[in-house]
């Protein structure tokens, strides 16, 4: 099956400042590569995907990039408010078409 | 469309007592999947069903757990005998598939406390 990490488990940043968030995974045969935002006391829900024919997506302040060769793939938030706070999942799937999620990055922005 | 909706919202239960959650996913998808989430192990993919029909139940811990879809608008997660161990937050999730399985639909979750 496949394996996936996530990095950092945590994150601490500054308001205004940027978040970076790595997701890594084993199966190459991966093409879809979705963000999962987890509010507090709520389900995860998806902020952004890409899938493996293009290298970055931007959606405002949210952008994905991917890295197939080293089968890698991040989250860059920019201008972090505190809503931004929450757990991020990275969740990628291809070969079996069924998502692995990551163990999650708490996100903490301070105002 | 409502949205993928769980019931219980909350359940706490004595060690032995059966735990029923239920799931309606959004009309139309034809995945629906039950996970697992607590802090130790994150989120556990226990069962999905495609059209219905369970298609992968290697992740349902013990044979406590059990999981049905009688139609496309309905599914239950069953636990029978519940033990304390069990105490998680179980979320339901849907999704539409087109050739692949692409963004899921989660609930709200159903937060199950055993005794």
């Known amino acids: 099956g496949e394996n996936v990490e996530q990095h950092p488990s945590t994150l601490s940043v500054q308001e205004g400042d940027s978040a970076v968030i790595k997701c890594t995974y084993s199966?190459?045969?991966?093409?879809?590569f979705p963000w999962y935002k987890q509010e507090l006391g709520k389900g995860p829900q998806l902020i952004i995907d890409?899938?493996?024919?293009?290298g970055e997506k931007k959606d405002q302040r949210i952008a994905v990039t991917l890295n197939k060769t080293a089968k890698h793939f991040s989250l860059h938030i920019t201008e972090t408010q505190p809503e931004d706070s929450a757990v991020y999942f990275c969740?990628?799937?291809?070969?079996?078409?069924?998502?692995?999620f990551g163990r999650g990055t708490s996100l903490i922005v301070h105002p | 469309d409502a949205g993928v909706i769980q019931s219980p919202r909350h359940e706490v239960t004595e060690m032995g007592q059966e735990v029923t959650l239920r799931c309606k996913p959004i009309?139309?998808?034809?995945?629906l999947f039950w996970y697992r989430q607590t802090m130790m192990r994150g989120l556990e993919l226990l069962i999905y069903?495609?059209?219905?029909?369970?298609?992968?139940d290697s992740g349902m811990p013990e044979d406590r757990f059990s999981a049905k879809m009688p139609n496309a608008s309905f599914s239950t997660l069953k636990i029978q005998p519940s033990e304390p161990r069990d105490s998680a937050v179980y979320f339901c999730?849907?999704?539409?598939?087109?050739?692949?399985?692409?963004?899921?639909?989660f609930g709200e979750g159903s937060r199950l406390t055993v005794l």
């Open positions: 999730a849907s999704s539409l598939s087109r050739g692949s399985v692409g963004e899921l639909f």
């Open positions: 069903f495609n059209n219905n029909v369970p298609i992968d």
């Open positions: 890409i899938r493996s024919n293009v």
């Open positions: 969740a990628p799937s291809g070969g079996s078409y069924i998502p692995t």
């Open positions: 009309s139309g998808h034809d995945y």
């Open positions: 199966d190459s045969a991966s093409n879809y």
